[in-house]
């Protein structure tokens, strides 16, 4: 377990869970949604939908402080994105962050000059609150365009140009993977900006279980093994087309992920 909390310490975006309403914010004109109010029921299938680990489901995780997936920065391989290709573009005006956890990379996807709002997305409350918490703190991009929203993704129904999944895709229950690529193409603004984006860090590629050695079953986890080729599957399937995709550099990775990390960029 120890050489397990190691290789998933990282960024706060492996976390998900029941939230009794949806706590929209508003970006500049545009609603994100109307506020819901989930019932006891609602609120129970979301929970067992994200499921969790450890025994709890991601609230419970994030109050506890279960979470080793978090590094306390935001993902190099993003700011340098965002500093060498995003900052050369004008197209890219909302952004959207699921799982964003602790809200680092909403912070550094703010960075992009073009941007006008940013939302970090989960589905515990206690990860929004953290985030919030911590957002005045952000110094890298532009503060004032992100909001933090306690809700779930495959509720969403707006439109965004650029989107990062990090340890999101590889957090959730195998049942709900080709949901997952369902809903990215419907939250992509492909159609008023044909060079929308889905940009992928696809991680982990490799884990070690409780005895210290590889694991090799694919249905182990979270975070459960991913690899480019289930990912290229999953998105080809609903249409998205692959721009590029490298192995991270290790001077572009957690030191703890180095090696475990492919980037792969999409649109449709």
């Known amino acids: 377990m120890q050489r397990l909390n190691k290789l998933i310490s990282g960024r706060s975006d492996i976390h998900i869970r ?20 989930a019932s006891s029921s609602e609120q129970e299938t979301t929970i067992k939908k994200y499921g969790g680990m450890m025994g709890k489901n ?29 900052n050369n573009r004008s197209d890219l005006k909302h952004g959207l962050i699921p799982g964003c956890g602790n809200g680092y990379d909403a912070d550094l996807m703010s960075g992009i000059k073009s941007i006008e709002t940013v939302t970090g997305l989960d589905i515990s409350e206690t990860a929004v609150e ?24 495959f509720n969403v129904d707006k439109k965004f140009d650029i989107i990062f999944d990090y340890t999101f895709l590889c957090a959730l229950p195998l049942s709900l993977r080709e949901s ?5 193409k419907n939250l992509l ?21 409780k005895n210290g050695q590889l694991e090799t079953d694919p249905t182990v986890g979270p975070p459960y093994l991913l690899n480019f ?26 030191p703890a992920r180095v090696n475990n990390e492919i980037i792969a960029r999409w649109k449709l």
């Open 18 to 37: 029941s939230s009794i309403v949806m706590n929209i914010n508003s970006f500049n004109s545009r609603k994100f949604s109307s506020t819901i109010k």
């Open 189 to 209: 603004n492909s159609k008023e900006n044909p060079q929308s984006e889905l940009v992928t860090l696809i991680f982990p590629l490799f884990k070690y279980n």
């Open 58 to 86: 991601w609230d419970e995780l994030w109050q506890n402080n279960q979470t080793p997936w978090d590094t306390k920065q935001g993902c190099p391989i993003l700011r340098h994105l965002v500093e060498n290709v995003y």
């Open 130 to 153: 953290s985030a919030n918490g911590k957002k005045e703190s952000f110094s890298y991009g532009q503060v004032s365009k992100v909001s933090f929203v306690c809700g779930d993704f």
């Open 180 to 184: 997952w690529a369902k809903q990215m």
């Open 229 to 254: 080729e289930l990912v290229e599957k999953l998105l080809t399937q609903q249409g998205f087309t692959l721009i590029e995709k490298y192995p991270v550099p290790a001077n572009l990775s957690h």
